[in-house]
């Protein structure tokens, strides 16, 4: 339909114009057999409710994707659209997001590989695995995961922490640094802690998982936690999979985030970018 629609009217080397016909014969000649009666059939053909809602999808769906810097695959933009629309309108379904996504030819990041950070101390006692990789609890502020990680500058390597809620996969706290020192981890918790306290809620059984990392172990750390009466936690030696919430928080801050917009030029560009990704 297109090729006519553009050929239609247009004269040939003897000065003659092209009609709908004429075209479908030549077509046909070419082994592309078309006849005009399915052309003109195409052509008064109304768009059917479904081609119709897709028109109104793609460009909501390209306006998520756009805004969430390019990196949002389908379950996040199928997640997006159904928090926004009306309460009148029907659910978008993921599958619907999938195929749209496929057509306008955009994707989600892919994640790499990371580097580990943690860094154990043999000497420093280590709490019991409390958790033992059972990371959905029933209710919020009974599990919460911590950990941080590297990001290269300019100006040289910052690492950010983490603290995040296991029930909701809400980040309560976090904290960008120069230096991989227990006050990084420490700013983080307290920050978390600051956040529940403020909406009222009440810390006392409240489990706080992490590695084997030295910053979770000082006893800075240890004392501040013991004083909100939250129980430390501790995975495996040498398993992400312990973890495993955590890393896959901090897998997404690396793909989403520090990747796609690198370089960065020092510490304070990256804590103002990884504020915005948080909210």
Not at 235 to 247: F, H, I, K, Q, T
């Amino acid at each position: 339909m297109r090729y006519i629609d553009e050929h239609v009217g247009v004269r040939d080397g003897d000065g003659l114009r092209w009609g709908v016909e004429s075209i479908c014969a030549q077509l046909t000649e070419l082994g592309c057999k078309i006849a005009p009666a399915t052309y003109y059939e195409h052509r008064s053909r109304k768009p059917t409710a479904r081609e119709q809602r897709d028109g109104e999808l793609k460009p909501k769906i390209a306006a998520v994707h756009a805004a969430n810097y390019g990196v949002y695959g389908a379950r996040k933009v199928w997640l997006t659209l159904n928090r926004a629309r009306p309460v009148d309108t029907p659910p978008i379904a993921r599958c619907t997001v999938e195929r749209l996504m496929s057509e306008l030819g955009l994707a989600g990041a892919v994640r790499g590989k990371v580097k580990r950070t943690t860094i154990s101390d043999p000497r420093a006692p280590k709490p019991h695995d409390l958790v033992e990789r059972n990371f959905a609890p029933l209710a919020p502020d009974r599990l919460w995961e911590a950990d941080f990680t590297y990001c290269s500058t300019w100006s040289g390597w910052c690492y950010t922490a983490f603290v995040i809620d296991a029930y909701a996969r809400r980040i309560l706290g976090w904290s960008v640094a120069t230096t991989m020192t227990s006050q990084l981890v420490l700013d983080g918790v307290e920050q978390a802690i600051w956040t529940r306290h403020r909406e009222g809620k009440d810390l006392a059984g409240l489990t706080a998982h992490h590695d084997h990392g030295s910053q979770y172990l000082s006893v800075a750390y240890s004392e501040r936690l013991d004083d909100a009466g939250i129980k430390p936690s501790t995975g495996a030696v040498g398993s992400s999979y312990g973890n495993a919430l955590a890393e896959s928080v901090i897998g997404l801050y690396k793909t989403e985030l520090v990747k796609p917009r690198r370089p960065w030029k020092g510490f304070e560009d990256l804590e103002v970018a990884t504020a915005e990704w948080v909210d």
